[in-house]
Structures are given as C-alpha cells and as structure tokens.
T-cell receptor
Framework: AQSVTQLGSHVSVSEGALVLLRCNYS??????LFWYVQYPNQGLQLLLK??????LVKGINGFEAEFKKSETSFHLTKPSAHMSDAAEYFC???????????????FGQGTILTVHP | DADVTQTPRNRITKTGKRIMLECSQT?????MYWYRQDPGLGLQLIYY???????NKGEISDGYSVSRQAQAKFSLSLESAIPNQTALYFC??????????????FGPGTRLTVL
C-alpha cells in the first residue's frame, strides 16, 4: 500500500526565511503528487500538483515543489515566508498502476507551519 | 457559491445518537469521498463512491455508513455515535476524466463533537 511521510509535524520559521516542508512517498511507480494547505477553520485548498512533464512545479502564493523520482520526494519550498503562510500543509499521492489511476489519494500526516515575526 | 458544501458545519451530539452529515456538490464530478481528520493523523478515508451505484469502504469505515442519493449528494451516517468519533469530517470530489488527474476538491468540513 502507498504511504506518504512528511518529515516534521511542526516547522517554525521567521518571516522572510526559507520554507522547506518535506514529503516522501513509497510508490515504485511515479504517481500524481499534490500539496494542499489548510488555513485555520477552513477546508483543504490545492497549492500545487505534479502530474507529468516538468518536475519543478509552481503553485499559488509563491510556493513550488520539485518531483525527484530517484529520491521518491516532493518537497515544498517558498523562498521567503510570510505571516499569512501559517497553516497546516498536507502532501498527497495518488496510486497509479500501469498508468491507470485508482482515483484515491493517500495523505501525509500534515505539517503545521508557524511563522514568527 | 461554493462548489462543495457540507451541512452542518458544526454539531454536538451525545453518545448513542444517530447523526447524518451531508455533502452536496455542483462540480458535476462522479467521484465523492468522506474523510476524517484527527490532529497528527492527517486525513483518513472513510468511504468513497465512484458513481451512484458504486460505494467502497476506506481505511476506517467501522461505525460509519454512507448513502449516495444522487451524483451530487453523498451523506455519511454514524448509526450510534461514540466519543472517539469526535473529529473534523471532510467531503471531497474528483473526476479524473474531466480534470485529467486525481485532484480532489474539498468542502469546508464539519466539526463533530460526541459527548
């Protein structure tokens, strides 16, 4: 079964500092990859996704992520943190077998990002 | 208007009560999902439906049931609520054929407290 690991349940950065949230998955077949963000008292909102093509993916609010097949990773970065980035972030992976999607996502346990002034 | 809506948004109930959470979508998607979110555990899949006649159990279906009344409606029931079902519940939709991938679109969530 697919598994997704987000290293660090809590990450704290200063405003203006680099944000790096780590995500590793277990699939041997390159999957579809997603990062979602959850602001307090809200649902999940898509930040960015990788399906095919360019491995560096840009999303909303200045975030980007790079798919590295050899490392089975999809780490999320932002060059300069803003106070409004404080939220919980989820990495999610879909299961693909022989190019056919099973349609379900497996989520990591989430990383809470705190941004200090 | 929101594409995926959930009612109620907040609910407090007592142990042993039956409760239904409802989800509606206007995206025209075939696939719908119910998740629960607990701190530190991420989202766990309870049930999913790939069309009106297709219902499947997820990772944690015990104590829950679902009904897909129409393409746009997917409800989650707790037949006899217990305190460890206190959680945040999310409904989601997807349509790989239309969207080209497995992106899921989430509702705002229902916060359920079982006393």
């Amino acid at each position: 079964a697919q598994s997704v690991t987000q290293l660090g349940s809590h990450v704290s950065v200063s405003e203006g500092a680099l944000v790096l949230l780590r995500c590793n998955y277990s699939s041997s077949v390159p999957p579809y990859l997603f990062w979602y963000v959850q602001y307090p008292n809200q649902g999940l909102q898509l930040l960015l996704k990788y399906t095919t093509g360019a491995t560096l993916v840009k999303g909303i609010n200045g975030f980007e992520a790079e798919f590295k097949k050899s490392e089975t990773s999809f780490h999320l970065t932002k060059p300069s943190a803003h106070m409004s980035d404080a939220a919980e972030y989820f990495c999610a992976v879909s299961d693909l077998e022989s190019g056919t999607s099973y349609g379900k996502l497996t989520f990591g346990q989430g990383t809470i990002l705190t941004v200090h002034p | 208007d929101a594409d995926v809506t959930q009612t109620p948004r907040n609910r407090i109930t007592k142990t042993g009560k039956r409760i239904m959470l409802e989800c509606s979508q206007t995206k025209g998607h075939d696939r719908m999902y119910w998740y629960r979110q607990d701190p530190g555990l991420g989202l766990q899949l309870i049930y999913y439906s790939f069309d009106v006649k297709d219902i499947n159990k997820g990772e944690i279906s015990d104590g829950y049931s679902v009904s897909r009344q129409a393409q746009a409606k997917f409800s989650l029931s707790l037949e006899s609520a217990i305190p460890n079902q206190t959680a945040l519940y999310f409904c989601a939709t997807s349509d790989p054929g239309r969207e080209g991938n497995d992106e899921q679109f989430f509702g705002p969530g229902t916060r359920l407290t079982v006393l």
